[in-house]
């Protein structure tokens, strides 16, 4: 398996406009998180799914933000209008289920908001 | 509510041991873990223990668990160079799948 697979791996945008990133999990996990990291913040739970269905997204910073997950091996992270204070490394992980102990981690999306 | 803490920076050298420590808040965890992140990498699992065990060894890695005093611990014997990255600790939340990461620990390990 090629494991969780994100795009792009780097995105450079202006402030306003809107970004998406994309997640691929690997084929039979039933759950799927999106993270992110920054420097002042550490590593932040923005929304998981189990099951394709969303379970917590009370890590989600505001509105700007929203997460689908339309099917088992696809998920989206929309950022609309994106600003500075977004630019971050998010990371999409997943899991067999939401009790299993092991997420296996993207190599994540690396995000610069000018 | 939980919360997870870390030192933020540990310098060894080469061929000693390194421990890096973790504390957290959540009694009832019931799995603590130890993920390891590279430079431009996602976070890798290492190890992670059952909250019923106080030890557990795996190679060069041990894990030491007091559960009193809600203090984890990672040894890492005979430290390489490529054992530098960062090092965070993480425990469960009981209501759900998700896991609470500590701030993570810079290990450097100079030869």
């Known amino acids: 398996d090629a494991g969780v697979i994100q795009s792009p791996r780097h995105e450079v945008t202006e402030m306003g406009q809107e970004v998406t990133l994309r997640c691929k999990p690997i084929s039979g996990h039933n759950s799927l998180f999106w993270y992110r990291q920054t420097m002042m913040r550490g590593l932040e739970l923005l929304i998981y799914?189990?099951?394709?269905?969303?379970?917590?997204d009370s890590g989600m910073p505001e509105d700007r933000f929203s997460a689908k997950m339309p099917n088992a091996s696809f998920s989206t992270l929309k950022i609309q209008p994106s600003e500075p204070r977004d630019s971050a490394v998010y990371f999409c992980?997943?899991?067999?289920?939401?009790?299993?102990?092991?997420?296996?981690f993207g190599p994540g999306t690396r995000l610069t908001v000018l | 509510g939980e919360d997870v803490e870390q030192s933020l920076f540990l310098s060894v050298r080469e061929g000693d041991s390194s421990v890096i420590n973790c504390t957290y808040t959540d009694s009832s965890s019931t799995y603590l873990y130890w993920y390891k992140q590279e430079p431009g990498a996602g976070l890798q699992l290492l190890t992670y223990?059952?909250?019923?065990?106080d030890m557990k060894q795996d190679q060069r890695l041990t894990v030491l668990l007091n559960k009193k005093d809600k203090h984890l611990s990672l040894r890492i014997a005979d430290t390489q160079t490529g054992d530098s990255a960062i090092y965070f600790c993480a425990e469960k939340d009981n209501q759900g799948g998700k896991l609470i990461f500590g701030q993570g620990t810079e290990l450097s390990v100079k030869p």
């Open positions: 799914f189990n099951n394709n269905v969303p379970i917590d």
């Open positions: 992980a997943s899991s067999l289920t939401s009790a299993n102990n092991e997420q296996f």
């Open positions: 223990i059952f909250s019923n065990m």
